[in-house]
């Protein structure tokens, strides 16, 4: 996980500072001082530096100076109780990544800070971070999760994945499962709900010939087949009550019997689950064992949708488009600038696995080798981004035409976007220039910038 130092004089903000970003699964480590901060750095290597400003011996801005001096990369954020326009443009022109003043909203500083490390390119932060076991994404809510499989999967813990459709839930399974002491063995999976209810507990627990009608010969359950691996049960909360119950006792006994037979079969299988429902919901509505729901779920892991990751659509982009270029036999080597504003601004209701179909529909239908907007096909029905909501000829939408389709808070970004791009144009790119010509603070609108990838 990206390595923090705090620098600060103060005791107290250096213990909540630490406890902050601890709780938000950063390593975090601390100095009480410039030059205590100095030797540390001379030492050890992080993905960011926090600094206060003012300090007695050595202050933030000598600090942030030696470290760019140094040909250090590491981004600085500076913060202080004693804010002055002076000391916020000093910072920027020394190469502050950001400044912010005390008191400050927690939400605010950790937007600063995630907005830092998400700077730094994706192999100085760590080296899975463009992809781990197929899963592809390198934002800091996939880092987080890669590190828990890290960490669990050596165990033998029953996992709980949660996420909407189309997340990537099998994928984060397999993973646990390839990194497991079990890797050698079988993963099977099962899709719960795809299998009608008079034929799941056959599948789950297999059957004796004569159990039923139809039912010729033995067949051997989904648990015999992974013994000593590993089953993944996904949408684990379409099962009824009786094939809950029964579920329980294997994952209490370690044993169940075949539908029709008599005798006690004993495995040793891990239970990786996953559902796109709130299981605590289906519990507290009496539709879910809670026995059930806690033997499950000894490790949950969430997997965050794509619009809450969008850093990671450029990276699965070029992802899929190598694999559907490759199988369509094309050379079709990215997207147009404005097809992926588009994707960047879209909302994605099915998340990854929509983003490929987008993608494969994109490869399959260019006749360049480059995907251009017409190309896509986005759900524009659903909640997400619509095509017209982003002007190709940086003007803002006209208000008869557009603004009761995208609605109010879309239509004024998209002006605000506008704005800035004729602000930075008419100064050759200046931030600081184009800043001023808006009439806006330089932190403002390098927020504004980053807000809109407009860098």
Do not use: W
């Not at 909640?383 to 017209?388: D, I, R």
């Amino acid at each position: 996980m990206p390595s923090i130092l705090v620098v600060d004089d103060e005791l107290s903000m250096r213990e909540f500072l630490k406890i902050l970003l601890d709780k938000e699964g950063f390593t975090t480590e601390t100095a009480a001082s410039g030059t205590e901060a100095l030797k540390t750095i001379a030492t050890d290597n992080y993905d960011l530096i926090i600094s206060d400003i003012r300090m007695p011996d050595l202050d933030g801005l000598t600090l942030l100076e030696h470290i760019k001096n140094n040909d250090i990369n590491t981004p600085v954020v500076l913060i202080t109780a004693y804010a002055s326009p002076e000391d916020a443009v000093l910072a920027m022109k020394n190469g502050a990544y950001d400044y912010i003043t005390k008191p400050f909203k927690v939400e605010d500083f950790l937007k600063i800070v995630t907005s830092a490390l998400g700077s730094i390119s994706e192999t100085s932060i760590d080296d899975k971070a463009s992809s781990f076991e197929g899963i592809i994404g390198g934002s800091r809510e996939m880092l987080k999760i890669y590190d828990l499989i890290a960490r669990i999967a050596p165990t033998h813990a029953n996992v709980l994945i949660h996420g909407e459709s189309g997340t990537g839930k099998e994928l984060v399974a397999k993973a646990i499962h390839n990194r497991s002491k079990a890797a050698h063995n079988a993963f099977v999976p099962i899709t719960c709900s795809a299998i009608p209810e008079s034929l799941i507990e056959s599948e789950l627990f297999g059957h004796a010939k004569g159990a039923f009608t139809g039912a010729i010969a033995p067949k051997t359950g989904l648990f015999e087949l992974a013994d000593n691996g590993s089953a993944f049960l996904d949408e684990i909360g379409e099962l009824t009550p009786l094939i809950q119950t029964k579920l329980l006792r294997v994952l209490q006994e370690r044993e169940f019997k075949r539908v029709g037979g008599s005798e006690t079969i004993k495995v040793n299988v891990r239970i990786i689950s996953a559902t796109n429902k709130n299981l605590e919901e289906e519990v507290m509505a009496g539709r879910f064992r809670e026995d059930l729901f806690y033997r499950l779920a000894v490790v949950p892991i969430r997997v965050p949708p794509l619009r809450e990751r969008r850093s990671d659509v450029p990276l699965l982009v070029d992802y899929f488009l190598k694999k559907y270029s490759a199988l369509f036999d094309k050379e079709v080597h990215e997207l147009s600038a404005y097809a992926m504003e588009v994707l960047m601004n879209y909302d994605f209701p099915g998340n990854v696995r929509e983003l490929e179909n987008i993608i494969e529909r994109g490869v399959a239908l260019e006749s360049s080798n480059i995907i251009l907007p017409e190309s896509l096909t986005l759900s524009m029905h659903r909640k997400g981004e619509n095509l017209k909501t982003i002007d190709r000829d940086n003007q803002a939408p006209s208000f008869s035409d557009e603004i009761f389709d995208v609605g109010l808070e879309q239509y004024v970004a998209d002006i605000e976007k506008n704005a800035l791009k004729q602000a930075l144009k008419e100064t050759n790119n200046s931030k600081m220039k184009a800043a001023d010509l808006l009439k806006m603070s330089f932190r403002s609108f390098r927020y504004k910038v980053k807000k809109y990838n407009l860098d």
